[in-house]
Each structure stands twice: as structure tokens, then as C-alpha cells.
């Protein structure tokens, strides 16, 4: 047996300290095996162990919560005992080292977090983050991460219905990749990974075990530098045809009544699945890894356990049932094996070919595994809140060019290659505030968006975190859903920096805050840290996925005008908040400022007034205003529909008003006697509105003599991601 | 009208191909597993969308070779209507029900969008509720739609009245030949196109132009 070296301790990304633990916990050396399984499970990626007691303090509970974070994903009740199932998780390092089979393996595993809990997928969504357009690794990136996510999605038969595509330099040698399942189960079917009981069958299902993606979550937990292209093998390779067998028969064997537990095979694979299980069940588990269905030959217990082959689950069965489970795998021609069984000593034992090759109490890998309170140094907020500008530049000419920007184009390009019409419940399609599908067969509909703007979270992680939270509330409020709860996925560089550190415990605290204010509980979520390459980190990127519920999918809201006439209300403050703002960037070159402040009162208050106004069927077309400030959300709902807007009538017109990036802020159009007495009703609430002009034609008018054609700044807008994409080489 | 869907590992448009059959029929259709011997005794089998077999051979290859496109075949040739959406299009070409053959996407890209497809040809049971030349609006969403056929065969499928859908002037997704979206085979009882009438179904997700195909087909097969 090989002996276990400084070098080898070293290798597997475990400090002197960690390891001396691990010989305390178990008052002996690990052997190999033993070293590779503390090795995964005390990662970073499985053990949160720089974030757990920060992530503590997020709020989890409220009403329509059944199901918090600690289990494969959260879970909400929707009314009429339907639940709704989801989760965001970040695949950043293997979706940069190789980015199709990164991005592709990324939503297979999210897919399996939530199928796993009893819900069929019924939408997928992402955030992606890319490095500058100029960078030449880019466009390569951009190309296998789309087809990767539509590659997988696609086949699974589960639309990709949005997402976010950002560029900024600093992810240059990081991506960020962040995808998100939402699924539905029935609210007396849910189910858990808690293992409970002794001398129940564990078994497996799905694909065979290879030797593909050893120490991936390790690799997640490490900085990147020249040589991570030689951490390809690490990577792993998916199989969506073999996902979606494994879906059908795991909601058909869930029909049943045979399961204990279930949870899929992610990060760690068979070691944090069977470590989770009996953990969670207060068991323990005995596996033999001589029945573990095999891709390769010669496989030694330590490629088994770190093995993160996809497309495989470990379920707990009532005893007696395997047969009846495996006629259902037979059928959908997927392996199945019984390949251990729960214990009530609560160790893992694991044996291979009639020996002990690894044996430790499950509570040494979870509630034992090491937790830090790292050091963070919070830096002074930017503060400057209107910089310097040049007050003479044209406003169309820079709205033309900030339409044709990189963050702010038409991802058209990209959601394209993303089917979104299958299933056939897709109401609202990417290109919109949130992504609207309804509940199969009902007339409900859940709202999905996800949301963050980096550059304010790194100006100040606090209020740029809240920002994140209020702009998926409002992405859900203005297409008319009540908001419910939220998934995070918290990328940020290496956390044993105090100053990275301090990033994550101010957004950590601004997500807290906003969710609180807002009754937006936390159900899941999933952090990525060490997302830095040669010592240079990402802006601190914590993204946000919203979920709402729409009532009644025929009151509903999207932002294209649709008639001409009608009266277009800003609703919320403008104080013309230049600071961080896409304008700032794009059109003065220049990056500073405060990011801007977010009040969450007036969040709620303007927020619920518009939904409200929504629901009573009162008004059909609301755009929240985010990047780009007001005259940027004027254009892209005259985009879609090829009508004007003539905002010459009111009386401002200069830049902070055009293009601050106020928060808490819509824009509504109805028509004018309906525009009125919204007026009316906002004063009441003391909600601020503001008559901005009125539909119609097919320019966008500022002043008599200030006009855009809507078509040209739709040319514009559409142009960019396809001429970017098909300039170079891919 | 009796109707089956034949279901195919990872087919995944099964379950919408089933709700329009049911709404315009009144009865659930029959889902007939790949593994299968035999359809039931029905006036309609569709093959869905999807990606069967995980389509990584050529798409449908598989699927034509399963043990129920036996019986398929054999129901195709005593006259029974078979539809082939997408995937299903493929298996039909792969399975020389269809002539032709749908390759990679002339952008290499998958394509998903909503597509303006002209009705080219109103005499028979898939169309006979459109008007010649009524533009609708299907959506698309396949990798692999790219129509070919040698000049010989694409002059006589024209020739015939066979060319049923065509996609509108400049809107040809996938490089198709003489911008075809769907054909019939020469008794006109099997139709294969690659846009998804059947997600086209409910005015919520936009203007329902596909109902009029499955409603051609229960006033044809009733």
C-alpha cells in the first residue's frame, strides 16, 4: 500500500492542519483510499467550509417553503399541492478547460439535483460570464459553452427559456458557468437523501462508473494558472441520451413506493452520494465495490469512489423491492446493482475484492470536516455616486451604441441554439424580464429569471448583492408573478484572501438583507470560489435565480408595446445615478463610482403597485429598468413590435435621467384614460410616476429634432453577437 | 380517429404530439414503446420529435431499425397515415418511407425559432384545411434539418404535388433544397416535415396554425 507522503497529502489539496485532523478523527494514517475521500469531501466545492457559517445567516424559511438548502435543491409550495423543485449550480473550471463538455455535464448535473428530489424538469436557465470579446480565447469559449448547454438541454427535452451573457475582462481566464433547473413534483411526493434505517439495499443506477473526472471537485476548489489545460482529464464527459433513460426511470421507479432516499452522483460521486445519504439518515453504509457496474477494466477502489462519471443516482430501497426497481431500469436499459447496504454504525466502510479499503465514521466527512472563519477585510464602498461626463455627447448616438454593446445586445445568437418550445408550456421566451412556463395543464405559470451585475457587486459587494436580489424580484414582478424564493450561486476568487473574503461576507449580508425585506427566502444554491487565474479574481459575481407564480396566465405582462397611444408611466425615483453604469462604461470609457443604492422599501412598495396593476388586468406591457437606465428599457420594448415612442412632451432629457441605472424604477404603457387613473392610484400609494410620453409611430422621439428610427437601433441591437461570433476562428 | 405515438428512447416532443391528439380527438392516443411488435389497430401513428437513441449515429438511423418500425412500415404500405415530426421526419427518411435525407444544419448550429412555412400543397389529408400558399407560423428546433434529395428526385416530388410545406421566401433555417419543410411519399399517406404544428397548438404560446393540420386529419380519418 502506498505510503502516504507530505507530497501526496499536498497533491490532494489537503493543508498539514487538515491532515493532522483527519489522523485525529481517525486516531490512525488514512490509507490512500481514506486520504482521496477526505480529500473530495473536505474540498471546498463539497464542504463549504469557508462560507457555511457566513451562509448561516441567510434567511431560509417562510410559508412556501417545504424544503430549504442541505438537500439536492429547494423546494416551494405552489399551491394546489403542486411544488416546485430548483436550484442554480456553477460548472465554471470544466466548462473553461473544456467548454462543451463542461457546460453540458453542468446542466446534467443541476437536471439530476432535481429529478432526484421527484420533479420533472420543466425549464432550464443560465448565467454566463465570459472574458473581454477581444480576448482570443473567447469566442472558442462563447461557441462550445452555447452548444454544450443546448447539446445537453436539447435532447433531455426540457426548454432552455433564458439566461444571462455578460463579458468583462477579469473572467478572461475564469469563466463563469451557471446553470438552472426548475422542475415539479406533486407536494406529497418529494423526495429526500436522508438514508434513514439499517439493513436497507443501497443501490445503483444509471451509467457505468469510468475513470473520467477523478478530483473534479477538487480541481473546483483550486486557483487556475498556465497549466490548467493538463486538468482536461479531469473533466467530465456527458451523456444526455443516458440522462434522459435515467430521468424516466427514476420518476417511474418514484411512482412507486420502493425508495428510502435518493440522490444523484455530482461533484465526489459515489463517495459524497453514499457519505450524504448515511449522514443525513443518521446511518451508515457499507458498500462493495465488486459490484459496482464498471466502464473500464483494472478500476481500484480509489478511481470508484472519486470516479465523477455522469448520469448515475444511489437510491436506498425498501427492502425486498429490488426487483421490482430493476425491471424498471431494465426496461429503460440502464445498469442497476445492489451494491451495498445501510448499517447502524454510522461508519462508510468500503471493501473491494474481500478487503477493507477504507473505513471512517460518516460524521468525520460532514459535521467534523473542517470549518473556518476566515479572516476579511471589508474595503470602503466607492462612493462617488455622478461622475465627471461629457454633458454635450449626442443621446442617440450613444444609445445606439449602447444597444449594440456586448452586455446589452440582442442574445438572440445565443438562445436560438436553445430549444424553448418543447413541452409546449413556454408562454414568455428568452428576450423578456423573466421566463414564463406554465404548469402543465393548469393555468398557472411560474416566472424564472436570473439575475446579478457584477460591477456593482465589486464596487460594493453589500449593495451590489442587494441589487442582484431586487432586480429578480422585479424581473419577476413585471411580468406580473409574485415572487417566492430564490437559488444563489456565489462565484468569487480565492476566499483565503481577506479581501475576496470580505467580498463574499458583504454580499453574503446583502442577500440576507434584500431577501428578508423582500420575503424571498433562500431554498438552495451553490458556491464557487477559487475563480481566479495567476492571482487575478472575477468581480465577485453572486447570481441570484428567481422564481415567481403567476395565478393566471391570462393576466400577464411582457415588454413590448403593442398599440400605439398608449400613455408610457415611469414608475419609481430618477435621481440619474451615473456611478458603475453601463453608460459610464461604454460610452465614457470609464469604470467607477458608487454602485447604486438600493432602497428596499421603495422596492416593495413601487414593486407590489405594479403587479398589482398587473393582476387586476389593468395594464399588458411593464419593463423593469436595469443596465442602461430608462432610455435603453424605452428602446427595447419598441423593439420587439416596431413601435415608437415620442418622449418629447416631458421636460427632461439629459443624460443622468436617460441613462442613470436608478434602482426600483418601471415603465409601464397603457392607454391614456387607464394611464390616468394609475396616476391616481400611485399618489395614493405614494408610489413616484411620472408621465414620460406615449406610444406610436415608428421613431423614438426625444425632441422635435432628436429622433431614431426603431428599426435602425433594432438593426443595431441584433447585430452584434452574430458578427462577433462569425468574425474568427472558433 | 384512433391514433399511437410511437415512443423511442429519449423521444421528447411524445407528450405534446399526445395533448393535440387528444384534444382534437377526444381520446388519449395509444404510446407504443420502441420495444414493441405491433401498433395497435389505429387510423393515425405519429412519430415524435426527439433525439432517439440519442441520435448519435445519423439521426433516426436507429430508431428505423427498432423492432416497431417493422410494423410501422407494414402499416405505412396497407395505406394507414403516418406523420413523422422532426426526429420523426428523420426516422421516416432513414426508414425509405420518405425519399431524400436531412443532414447537418447548413449554419452547423441547432436552430429553434418560430419559422413561416407556406402551405405548397392543400390535396391531401395532412393540409386540407389550409388554403394553397397560406403562410403559418411553426416553430423549429433540430440540428438536422437540412432537406436533400438529387435534382431527379426533388423535380418529381414538385412534379407530383409531393412538396407539402415549403419555408417562406429568405426564411429557410437549415439550408433545405428548394427551401422544402415537409413532403409526402408517393400514396400520400406519410408526411414528414421538421417544424412542430404540434407545438403549435394553443393560443397562448402565439397564433395556433397547427391545429389545422391535426384537424384535416380527424375530418379525413373519422
Not at chain 1, 149 to 154: D, S
Not at chain 1, 192 to 199: F, H, I
Not at chain 2, 67 to 86: P, Q
Request: with cysteine; glycine share 10%.
Amino acid at each position: 500500500m502506498t505510503a502516504i507522503t507530505p507530497e501526496i497529502v499536498r497533491e490532494h489539496g489537503l493543508s498539514p492542519d487538515e491532515y493532522s485532523r483527519i489522523m485525529r478523527l481517525l486516531n490512525r494514517a488514512p490509507n490512500l483510499v481514506e486520504l482521496g475521500i477526505f480529500s473530495v469531501m473536505w474540498s471546498e466545492h463539497c464542504s463549504y467550509k469557508s462560507t457555511r457559517v457566513h451562509l448561516r445567516k441567510l434567511p431560509t424559511k417562510g410559508g412556501i417553503v417545504i424544503q430549504g438548502p442541505g438537500e439536492n435543491a429547494g423546494v416551494i409550495d405552489i399551491g394546489d399541492g403542486d411544488a416546485c423543485i430548483f436550484k442554480m449550480e456553477s460548472h465554471n473550471h470544466p466548462s473553461f478547460i473544456e467548454p462543451y463538455q463542461g457546460a453540458a455535464t453542468g446542466v446534467g448535473g443541476i437536471m439530476r439535483d432535481v429529478f432526484t428530489m421527484g420533479a420533472r424538469p420543466i425549464a432550464m436557465m443560465n448565467a454566463l460570464r465570459f472574458g473581454e470579446p477581444s480576448h482570443e480565447k473567447t469566442r472558442h469559449l462563447v461557441s462550445g459553452v452555447v452548444s454544450g448547454i443546448g447539446g445537453y438541454g436539447n435532447c433531455m427535452g426540457v426548454p432552455t427559456v433564458g439566461g444571462e451573457v455578460n463579458f468583462h475582462r477579469s473572467y478572461n481566464g475564469n469563466i463563469l458557468v451557471n446553470a438552472m433547473c426548475v422542475g415539479l413534483a406533486r407536494t406529497d411526493r418529494i423526495f429526500l437523501s436522508a438514508a434513514k434505517g439499517a439493513g436497507n439495499p443501497v443501490v445503483y443506477i444509471g451509467s457505468k462508473t469510468g475513470r473520467d473526472g477523478i478530483h473534479g471537485a477538487t480541481m473546483a476548489s483550486a486557483e487556475f494558472n498556465e497549466d490548467s489545460e493538463e486538468k482536461r482529464p479531469t473533466v467530465q464527459v456527458g451523456d444526455p441520451f443516458t440522462e434522459k433513460l435515467l430521468l424516466e426511470a427514476c420518476l417511474e421507479l418514484m411512482a412507486t413506493d420502493a425508495i428510502i432516499a435518493i440522490q444523484d452522483m455530482g461533484a465526489a460521486g459515489l463517495t459524497s452520494s453514499s457519505a450524504e445519504m448515511a449522514d443525513k439518515g443518521g446511518s451508515g453504509i457499507e458498500l462493495d465495490l465488486d459490484h459496482v457496474p464498471q466502464r473500464e477494466t483494472n478500476m481500484t477502489a480509489y478511481d470508484m469512489m472519486l470516479s465523477e462519471s455522469q448520469e448515475r443516482m444511489l437510491a436506498v430501497l425498501k427492502p425486498g423491492r429490488e426487483e421490482e426497481a430493476e425491471a424498471i431500469f431494465k426496461k429503460w436499459e440502464l445498469d442497476f446493482a445492489v451494491i451495498g447496504i445501510t448499517t447502524d454504525t454510522k461508519r462508510l466502510v468500503v471493501k473491494h475484492k474481500g478487503e477493507i479499503v477504507a473505513d471512517m465514521p460518516v460524521t468525520s466527512l460532514s459535521d467534523e470536516a473542517p470549518l473556518y472563519e476566515r479572516p476579511y477585510e471589508r474595503r470602503t464602498p466607492a462612493r462617488l455616486a455622478q461622475p465627471r461626463i461629457d454633458s454635450t455627447r449626442p443621446v442617440l448616438d450613444s444609445l445606439r451604441t449602447l444597444l449594440a454593446s456586448p452586455d446589452l445586445c440582442s442574445r438572440r445568437w445565443v438562445w436560438e441554439q436553445y430549444d424553448n418550445s418543447v413541452m409546449a408550456d413556454t408562454i414568455q421566451m428568452p428576450g423578456g424580464d423573466a421566463a414564463v412556463v406554465r404548469v402543465h395543464g393548469t393555468n398557472k405559470a411560474l416566472a424564472i429569471t436570473t439575475d446579478v451585475t457584477p460591477r456593482y457587486c465589486k464596487a460594493d459587494p453589500f449593495e451590489g448583492a442587494k441589487q442582484a436580489v431586487a432586480e429578480a424580484w422585479r424581473n419577476l414582478t413585471a411580468v406580473g408573478a409574485t415572487p417566492l424564493a430564490v437559488t444563489d450561486n456565489l462565484n468569487f476568487g480565492n476566499p483565503e484572501r481577506p479581501e475576496t473574503m470580505g467580498e463574499i461576507v458583504g454580499a453574503i449580508d446583502g442577500i440576507g438583507d434584500a431577501c428578508r425585506a423582500l420575503s424571498f427566502p433562500v431554498v438552495s444554491g451553490n458556491c464557487s470560489l477559487y475563480n481566479e487565474t495567476n492571482g487575478e479574481p472575477i468581480l465577485p459575481t453572486p447570481a441570484i435565480g428567481g422564481v415567481g407564480l403567476i395565478k393566471d396566465v391570462a393576466r400577464m405582462a411582457t415588454i413590448a408595446f403593442k398599440r400605439a397611444g398608449d400613455t408610457i408611466l415611469l414608475i419609481g425615483d430618477t435621481e440619474g445615478h451615473l456611478g458603475q453604469s453601463l453608460y459610464l462604461r461604454e460610452i465614457e470609457t470609464r469604470e467607477e463610482g458608487a454602485a447604486p443604492p438600493v432602497d428596499l422599501a421603495a422596492e416593495k412598495r413601487n414593486g407590489d403597485f405594479v403587479r398589482r396593476l398587473i393582476e387586476q388586468g389593468r395594464v399588458d406591457t411593464v419593463h423593469d429598468i436595469s443596465d442602461g437606465g430608462l432610455i435603453v428599457a424605452v428602446a427595447e420594448m419598441a423593439m420587439p413590435g416596431g413601435i415608437g415612442a415620442d418622449l418629447s412632451p416631458n421636460e427632461r432629457g439629459d443624460i443622468p435621467f436617460l441613462f442613470g441605472e436608478d434602482q426600483a424604477r418601471y415603465l409601464i404603457a397603457a392607454p391614456p384614460a387607464e394611464a390616468e387613473r394609475i396616476m391616481a392610484d400611485a399618489a395614493k400609494a405614494a408610489v413616484p410616476g411620472f408621465r414620460l410620453g406615449r406610444t406610436g409611430g415608428a421613431d423614438l422621439i426625444l425632441a422635435p429634432d432628436k429622433r431614431a428610427a426603431v428599426r435602425r437601433l433594432r438593426e443595431a441591437h441584433e447585430s452584434w453577437f452574430p458578427r462577433y461570433m462569425e468574425a474568427g476562428p472558433r | 380517429m384512433k391514433s399511437a405515438v410511437i415512443v423511442f428512447p429519449a423521444s421528447n416532443r411524445d407528450r405534446d404530439s399526445a395533448d393535440v391528439l387528444e384534444k382534437v380527438t377526444g381520446t388519449k392516443p395509444y404510446m407504443v414503446w420502441h420495444g414493441e411488435t405491433e401498433v395497435p389497430d389505429v387510423d393515425l401513428i405519429v412519430l415524435p420529435g426527439g433525439f432517439s437513441y440519442g441520435d448519435y449515429l445519423r439521426c433516426g438511423a436507429m430508431a428505423s431499425q427498432s423492432r416497431i418500425m417493422r410494423d410501422v412500415i407494414a402499416k405505412a404500405d396497407k395505406g394507414v397515415a403516418v406523420l413523422g415530426i422532426c426526429n420523426g421526419f428523420q426516422i421516416l427518411t432513414e426508414s425509405r418511407l420518405l425519399p431524400g435525407a436531412l443532414m447537418r444544419n447548413a449554419g452547423l448550429k441547432f436552430v429553434s425559432k418560430p419559422v413561416p412555412v407556406e402551405v405548397e400543397e392543400t390535396q391531401s389529408m395532412f393540409t386540407r384545411r389550409y388554403r394553397q400558399k397560406q403562410r403559418v407560423v411553426y416553430p423549429v428546433a433540430h440540428g438536422e434539418g437540412n432537406y436533400f434529395a438529387d435534382d431527379e428526385t426533388l423535380n418529381r416530388l414538385e412534379g407530383e404535388g409531393r412538396v407539402v410545406f415549403r419555408y417562406a421566401s429568405g426564411e429557410n433555417p437549415n439550408g433545405s433544397a428548394r427551401d422544402i419543410a415537409g413532403v409526402l411519399n408517393e400514396k400520400r399517406n406519410v408526411m414528414g416535415l421538421m417544424p412542430h404544428p404540434e407545438c403549435a397548438c394553443d393560443p397562448m404560446l402565439g397564433p395556433p396554425d397547427g391545429l389545422g393540420l391535426f384537424e384535416g386529419l380527424v375530418e379525413a380519418l373519422s
